[in-house]
């Protein structure tokens, strides 16, 4: 009986898995404005390769139409390509015993509910801390994006305005703060005193600050321990970050012999590919089926873009101890 209701439970699992995190994607993308696309197209090979035109702002010129004919200069017209690359993890070996199940007389229906629900949060937990990891790495390797305020300051309004003013007359299109839960704090006690109350603490837009909703994870991504620990606000535009799900979640479980119980082993390989706005994978230096050390290395993240405002967003540092 319990090997029956193990195979009905690796049957239906990894779909019930996919199906929740569909769901969990679709409610994340709303609450976030876009910021940090999570999707489920799929993702074949090593690196997904688009290519694109660049701008011709850099051709514009001051013409006289009075002067004399004269040669100009021609500006080739460049193709330019970025490259997303695919990510590999996996979960387990996770053991416990299938006795335990039919001792205790559950259902296998709620057991597949209880992992697939469990998997599907580990997934996107994954996939979201992997994307700020990476913007967090691409965006400190360009000095015009960062504010670096942790010599003197911590995370607050002032140095937050002061990273979106990087985006000059576009930082409109910033549509989404993201930060860790100790930064966020940092801002709401920064409200609480501020004396014009340009926002309300009684308000629950408290959350909402310069206009921007706030995404808040303790993402390991956010904080960098030293000497000082580092905090990071990123500020982002829409599709600063995609995360393509790869779809291929594999799964398997062994019932084993040899102990006092049954045991069962379960194990669960998945990809996912990422893609940064602004960015390209550098495909030499940072390599097939990279490691997190990788993915958070700057230089394995090249500017593919000449104009800093058409990037993925801007980045806030503050010292973890000041305010």
Known sequence: MALSQMQVFNEYIMPATIETLGQMIQKFNA???GSIRLTTGGFDGDFLQESFFAGIHAAQRRVNRYAAQASAAPTDLTQLRFSAVKVAGGFGPIRFEPSQLTWLNKPTSEGIEVASRNFAEALLADQLNTAILALRAALGGQAALVQDNSATAGINQSG???SHAKFGDRSGNLVATILNGAAYHKL???NLTNAPQLFQAQNVRVVDILGKPMIVTDAPGLRVAGTPNKLYAMSLVEGAATVIDAG????NIETSNGQTRIETTMQVDYSFGLALKGFTWDETNGGKSPSDAALGTSTNWDKVVTDNK???GVMLIGDEAKA
């Open 31 to 33: 609450a976030s404005n």
């Open 160 to 162: 937050l305005n002061q």
């Open 188 to 190: 709401i006690g920064d």
């Open 248 to 251: 291929d979640v594999i799964s």
């Open 310 to 312: 058409m990037m993925a």
